[in-house]
């Protein structure tokens, strides 16, 4: 292969070894011909292939997701520019060095013009444009800026944000809300859970004057309508939220109570449901209350008015009738001039006018302006019901069974329950506890020995278990590991004993040899020697035939005074 690589090369090559190579070549066997001119066909595509790409621009993306209108326009324009570009599945890619100045060509051409406008749309607003063309242009620009705005979440792809605002009037009957729609194209794979959704639709309702939250629709790629506007902001409905609240208050409540009554009459012997009415209304309160009116010496005066008028004496009135007969003497006196005076009133005089004094005072009124908002969320009314199975007793024929709570200890339980959940009388609660037989209760019976232990495997099966494994592993100790070890012990114990008992063997005349003893001797020492030898003969028999004696029999000579103080 490294002779192949070097003939590839044929800059390296030269006229004097050409030759050589290709009778190498020649030599060679089909298979590393085969491997040679692969060889050099990779090496040939690798230099040719490093060399277009060192020879081709980077490209970067221009313009993603356009029209096929603009698509083609933008095309055109780069054709008539003689910029080179790459088209990928509507992307429109040219040479990075190219790219910023072929934006801003493309931009003084107006390109691309389907692309999303926003308050951009203002900045080249002719002279002497109309008003409704103002406000079409005002509409387009909040359009596109809320859809730049819902483009940007991640797992939207595409969006189109419609406006319908009304036309104003001063009339206030006649006044019309703004609505919006909202279609959203989500990359594919991804959707949007309530709080997304939600959040949209807050952005939108926000972004409009006077906008409410249940006229923005938000509607996906298929059609499906993916808003809850009914719910977010319905009055007799409750949403997502509100209902998940309320199971978990009754949850809570239930956990309450099984945890309260589970140590009395056992985990399984009870069971508890709560209902909880719980008000999320949201009410904002405002009262104005007058108090009597205080003591004059504690009140404090408001305004205070005060009215002098004085009267004028007889000689300050003018007499006698205006002009010139006035200046004349009066004539003949036609009655008595003794007759009586009918009143103090003289004719031709006035009497003098009295004097009048008004005072008004104003005293603050007490008054207390309260501003109450209340809480949303607060539990109206709650209903627990709990049901509690009979306890194991003896019936009144002595036998196991179970029976029913004592009132003393219903009521016990009663109170406990009213405690738990925070009973109040006059919120309308109300508690029910029911004691009663469980469907799925075994009659009672009295249990054997036998079924005791039973019961007690059911019921501690985990330690059963354990001690079970500590025996059987312990038997297998025992049996197979030191009962072996002890019987090996044993017989090489007696096998050593037989050996220190083998001293010798009998000759042909029955005659035991020992060491140190002469064979000859005496007919009386011949003898002694000849019984002393059968005698050991018969231990030797004894201790072949049954060696367990021989050795209690030398354990017994060994230790003779543990064996009497065995047998005393």
């Known amino acids: ?30 298979a590393r011909k085969m491997m040679a001119m692969v060889v050099v066909a990779v090496l040939i595509a690798a230099i040719a292939g490093s060399l277009l790409w060192s020879r081709e621009p980077t490209y970067r993306v221009l313009f993603t997701n356009l029209p096929d209108k603009d698509g083609g326009a933008i095309v055109q324009s780069l054709e008539q520019m003689k910029i080179p570009y790459k088209l990928d599945a509507g992307m429109i890619s040219v040479p990075s060095d190219n790219i910023y100045d072929v934006r801003l060509k493309l931009a003084a051409q107006g390109l691309p013009k389907a692309g999303n406008v926003g308050f951009e749309l203002l900045d080249n607003q002719k002279f002497g444009v109309s008003q409704f063309a103002e406000q079409v242009n005002y509409q387009r620009a909040v359009e596109g800026e809320l859809t730049r705005s819902i483009e940007s979440i991640s797992a939207v792809e595409k969006a189109r944000v419609h406006l319908a605002t009304p036309k104003q009037t001063v009339f206030l009957r006649d006044q019309q809300k703004p609505s919006a729609s909202v279609v959203l194209t989500l990359h594919p794979g991804r959707s949007l859970d309530g709080g997304q959704i939600a959040g949209i639709i807050h952005l939108v309702s926000s972004s409009v004057p006077g906008l409410p939250i249940a006229n923005v629709t938000v509607v996906d790629q298929d059609g499906n309508l993916i808003s809850r506007a009914a719910d977010l902001n319905a009055r007799g409905n409750m949403d997502q939220r509100q209902l998940q609240y309320i199971g978990q208050i009754e949850r ?27 008000d999320f209304s949201e009410v904002e309160q405002t009262s104005e209350s007058f108090k009597p009116n205080s003591p004059p010496n504690e009140a404090a005066i408001r305004s205070q008015q005060t009215l002098d008028q004085s009267g004028k004496s007889a000689e300050d009135n003018a007499l006698g009738v205006p002009g010139a007969l006035s200046n004349q003497p009066p004539g003949a006196a036609a009655a008595p001039i003794t007759a009586p005076v009918a009143s103090d009133v003289v004719s031709g005089s006035t009497a003098a006018t009295n004097t009048r004094k008004e005072a008004t005072t104003n005293y603050e009124v007490d008054k207390t302006i309260q501003h109450v908002k209340q809480p949303v969320g607060i539990v109206k009314r709650l209903s627990a019901a709990v049901v509690v199975n009979y306890k194991a007793g003896k019936s009144k024929d002595g036998k196991m069974a179970y029976v029913p709570f004592t009132p003393a200890e219903m009521a016990q339980i009663n109170n406990l329950v009213r405690e738990a959940i925070g009973y109040n009388k006059e919120r309308g609660d109300s508690v029910n506890v029911v004691n009663a037989a469980f469907a799925e209760s075994v009659p009672l019976e009295e249990k054997g020995i036998e079924e005791k232990a039973l019961n007690y495997i059911q019921t501690n099966a985990l330690e059963v278990m354990k001690m079970a494994v500590i025996v059987m592993a312990s038997l297998y100790l025992l049996l197979f590991i030191i009962r072996p070890l002890m019987k090996d012990l044993a017989r090489v114990r007696d096998e050593s004993l037989a050996q220190e008992l083998n001293l010798g063997e009998a000759g042909p005349s029955n ?8 064979q000859g001797g005496t007919p009386e020492e011949q003898s002694k020697h000849a019984a002393y030898a059968e005698l050991l003969q018969q231990a030797k028999e004894l201790a072949r035939n049954d060696p367990r004696m021989v050795a209690m029999i030398l354990r017994e000579w060994m230790n003779p005074d543990e064996e009497r103080a065995i047998n005393n």
């Open 511 to 518: 005659l035991f040899i020992m060491d140190g003893v002469p």
């Open 1 to 30: 292969m490294a002779e192949a690589g070097v003939a590839a090369d044929n800059t390296l090559v030269t006229a004097n070894n050409f030759g050589g190579l290709r009778q190498r070549f020649e030599t060679m066997s089909p």
């Open 252 to 278: 809570s409540f239930v956990e309450r109570l099984e945890t309260i009554l589970g140590p009395i009459v056992g985990e399984k012997n009870v069971r508890a449901e709560v209902t909880a009415q719980v």
